[in-house]
């Protein structure tokens, strides 16, 4: 089975235990994670729209998408919609999915004040309830393809910092050689806003959907010594945010889930003392004293942790 059509049982299943009829989503998380669409990326806010909604019971899925480049087979062509502003049309769109008139549950990741009377219209026997934690406890570990993409982004990530760092410039000298590094790659798309100041530097990326990440100091130490080389160490099954914080040196430190992006967990000295990590849960781990900092992305294995950011530029 595809990694796509397995993250889409994950959801599925976790939606029907949740009592969820059918999903209406706009996060591109979201909807890479249920339907693994190649969407076009875009920077910047905008409000909600409904662009992928999911029938439970069927796994029947309809996809704003103008095109069906990147589109997945198992998705009918004839459930793709293209771009609107007109509120009667979305309307059609939405009463015109099977089940969306008898859903008890209909489950959404955000809306707007429009939407909600919208949404209320098109299926007016539901309850519409919030999904995101749902959606995201299904996300928090990771299926063995997904940590494969993982690694791929953070190969890419590394070219960066290895340019970035080798560079002889300014530090917006150092950015132009990390970023272009990260696109010959094979990623042109940035998880979070590159890092290079002085001898720090830090790139994320996004490729197959998935971040990878990595930081380092110039000259800094060795793998051992490094900043956060003891919280990776304390990043095994059943370890609690209150363990981390006692593994955790002085200074700045964060550890977070990685996977499409930002996610659950979230540990650092004021928050997430009661998260209990999971085998399979891939963090982004980084930690700076002075002058040194160094940040890694790594997978929670039945044992040692595994540093997926491999590459030692």
């Given at each position: 089975m595809s990694l796509h059509l397995q993250r889409r049982t994950r959801a599925v299943d976790a939606l029907a235990a949740a009592g969820i009829d059918m999903l209406v989503v706009g996060r591109q998380d979201h909807i890479n994670y249920i339907t693994g669409a190649h969407q076009l990326w875009t920077a910047g806010a905008r409000p909600f729209g409904p662009v992928c909604t999911l029938n439970v019971a069927t796994g029947e899925i309809f996809l704003l998408s103008t095109w069906d480049e990147g589109v997945p087979d198992d998705i009918d062509l004839d459930h793709l919609h293209g771009i609107t502003w007109n509120g009667a049309i979305i309307y059609q769109r939405l009463a015109a999915n099977p089940g969306m008139?008898?859903?008890?549950?209909?489950?959404?990741?955000?809306?707007?004040?429009?939407?909600?009377?919208?949404?209320?219209?098109?299926?007016?026997?539901?309850?519409i309830v919030p999904v995101d934690d749902v959606l995201l406890r299904a996300r928090r570990t990771k299926l063995p393809s997904e940590v494969d993409a993982i690694r791929a982004a953070c190969a890419v990530a590394a070219e960066a910092v290895e340019a970035a760092l080798a560079h002889p410039g300014t530090d917006a000298q150092r950015l132009a050689a990390?970023?272009?590094?990260?696109?010959?790659?094979?990623?042109?798309?940035?998880?979070?806003?590159?890092?290079?100041?002085?001898?720090?530097?830090?790139?994320?990326?996004?490729?197959?959907?998935?971040?990878?990440?990595?930081?380092?100091?110039?000259?800094?130490?060795?793998?051992?010594?490094r900043p956060h080389a003891a919280l990776i160490a304390a990043c095994v099954p059943g370890a609690t945010g209150q363990d981390l914080r006692q593994a955790a040196p002085e200074g700045d430190w964060l550890i977070r889930g990685s996977g499409m992006g930002f996610e659950p967990p979230v540990i650092n000295p004021r928050y997430g003392k009661s998260e209990i990590l999971e085998e399979h849960m891939v963090l982004s781990v980084s930690a700076s004293t002075g002058e040194e900092y160094a940040r890694d992305t790594v997978l929670v294995t039945e044992s040692t942790p595994e540093i997926l950011s491999s590459e030692e530029p």
């Open positions: 008139a008898a859903a008890q549950r209909v489950g959404v990741d955000a809306w707007s004040p429009g939407m909600a009377g919208l949404l209320s219209a098109v299926a007016p026997k539901a309850e990390g970023v272009e590094a990260m696109a010959l790659a094979g990623s042109s798309t940035p998880a979070a806003e590159p890092r290079v100041h002085g001898p720090i530097v830090d790139f994320s990326c996004i490729r197959f959907h998935y971040e990878g990440g990595l930081g380092r100091t110039a000259g800094g130490a060795p793998p051992e010594a």
